[in-house]
């Protein structure tokens, strides 16, 4: 199966700073997709990233906060833009197989101070 | 709307006892069904799933039996190691042409030798 990576597994950034987070996954996937899981929480979907289109925001989030690239098949990034303590979180990324099952890279834990 | 309902944990057993996490869902159509595991410091694993009515997944020595008629997918394993301390997911994603996954809240397990 794929091998999917993450960078930087971990970082502290200080409020009103932005962090670019980077996926890797070693073979082609239509669809990638970007969660975050706060401290002691569930996952939730910040969006959904096709190759040549834009990625496509859940209720709550927005391209401001959030952009997304996706350059090509294997390759994501998702930028958390001025941040705030609140933003601290783990930022997950994923994809889907064709046998309908995602799979998820080792998280990018954020603190924001 | 559609959601999941997990037990709250943690979950607390000593070796070789027997485990059972609770899971119901609530979704429109027919939504396949997963379980997924994230052990200490490491991103989600897939488990197992189910795609339709009665099915069963497994591995790993986890079984999860898909229940239409309660709209559950409880976890089981007969005898839990201390390998097995984590925290377990139960996810579904929506039957009709969205690859959106709903999470619950994670239940956390710990073993004791």
């Known amino acids: 199966s794929a091998v999917i990576s993450q960078k930087p597994s971990r970082d502290i950034c200080q409020r009103g700073t932005s962090l670019t987070i980077q996926c890797q996954v070693d073979?082609?996937?239509?669809?990638m997709f970007w969660y975050r899981q706060q401290p002691g929480q569930s996952l939730t979907l910040i969006a959904t990233?096709?190759?040549?289109?834009?990625?496509?925001?859940e209720s709550g989030f927005v391209i401001d906060k959030f952009p997304i690239s996706r350059p090509n098949l294997t390759f994501s990034t998702l930028t958390v833009s001025n941040m705030s303590p609140e933003d601290s979180s783990i930022y997950l990324c994923?994809?889907?197989?064709?046998?309908?099952?995602?799979?998820f890279g080792p998280g990018t834990r954020l603190t924001v101070t | 709307g559609n959601s999941v309902t997990q037990m709250e944990g943690p979950v607390t057993l000593s070796e070789e006892a027997f485990l059972t996490i609770n899971c119901t869902y609530t979704?429109?159509?027919?939504?396949?069904l997963f379980w997924y595991v994230q052990y200490p410091g490491e991103g989600l694993q897939l488990l197992l799933k189910?795609?339709?009515?009665?099915d069963k997944g497994s591995n790993k020595g986890f079984e999860a039996t898909y229940r239409k008629e309660t709209t559950s997918f409880h976890l089981e394993k007969g005898s839990v190691q201390v390998s097995d301390s984590a925290v377990y997911f139960c996810?579904?994603?929506?039957?009709?042409?969205?690859?959106?996954?709903?999470f619950g809240t994670g239940t956390r397990l710990k073993v004791l030798a």
């Open positions: 189910a795609t339709k009515a009665d």
């Open positions: 979704a429109t159509g027919y939504p396949s």
């Open positions: 990233a096709n190759q040549g289109s834009e990625a496509t925001y």
């Open positions: 073979s082609q996937v239509t669809m």
């Open positions: 994923s994809f889907k197989t064709g046998d309908d099952e995602q799979y």
């Open positions: 996810a579904l994603r929506v039957s009709s042409g969205t690859y959106k996954y709903i």
